[in-house]
């Protein structure tokens, strides 16, 4: 558990844009607000956050973007949004191309369940697309796989980190925050199957967590929700 002392631990954080019926989707605030809210709090000593993206909420309008995103995050950084100065935990702003040590990657991907009073960090995602609305582009699949050479719709992939740790972790921390085994089939779990293989594939880290509305947990408290977590992560990185 945890990090080497010259490893970096980088996070790539991304969240949604609106949808149907979400006409304003929190994870788009979030993810635009947490790079400010990180240097003004700062971050856990060996980590820095890599990139805040937000997507758009369609399943191949996303998927471009998303697969140059996971790509990229290997190559040197340029400009690093914050990086941690080692023990010390004082935040430094990256300013030009830097020369990092070893790092390991970590994506974080939020999306928002309207329905929910609490967040879902969630263990897994399914080979399966079966819209109950048009995405933001119009595609509506019905049971079809996400990635075909996968196999069935049936066929899962997990996540590497230790889902039920990171949980009670953040509990004990005072959060509502649960354990879930089901992204649904829209464009949430589309990002994470995807974000999954890749993650499988090159090494990396990668969890998606759903946040409740502004109405259930307010902005503020969200915030504080995803910088827990991040240092959370370190812990188990």
Avoid at 38 to 66: F, I, N
Avoid at 208 to 234: M, R, Y
Wanted: with cysteine.
């Amino acid at each position: 558990m945890g990090s080497e002392a010259s490893e970096l631990i980088e996070f790539h954080i991304t969240g949604f844009r609106k949808f149907h019926l979400v006409p304003e989707n929190p994870t788009e605030i979030l993810v635009g607000k947490i790079e400010e809210y990180s240097r003004k709090h700062g971050m856990a000593p060996g980590t820095q956050l890599g990139s805040c993206t937000v997507l758009e909420t369609a399943g191949k309008g996303a998927l471009d973007p998303l697969l140059q995103l996971l790509s990229s995050s290997h190559e040197e950084i340029e400009k690093p949004l914050i990086m941690s100065a080692g023990a010390s935990g004082d935040v430094k702003l990256g300013g030009g191309s830097l020369s990092v040590p070893p790092k390991r990657i970590v994506w974080v991907h939020l999306g928002v369940n309207i329905a929910s009073n609490n967040f879902s960090v969630e263990r897994r995602a399914v080979n399966e697309a079966t819209f109950g609305c048009s995405d933001e582009l119009g595609w509506q699949p019905q049971r079809v796989p996400i990635v075909p050479e996968d196999g069935p719709t049936s066929f899962i992939r997990e996540t590497t980190l230790p889902i039920r740790d990171i949980v009670s972790a953040l509990s004990k921390e005072g959060f509502n925050v649960m354990e879930s085994y089901d992204a649904g089939r829209f464009v949430c779990n589309y990002v994470y199957y995807h974000s999954l293989r890749h993650a499988q594939v090159s090494g990396v880290k990668s969890l998606f967590v759903h946040v409740p509305s502004f109405h259930f947990i307010n902005q503020e408290c969200q915030l504080e929700f995803i910088a827990a977590l991040l240092k959370v992560l370190a812990m188990f990185c």
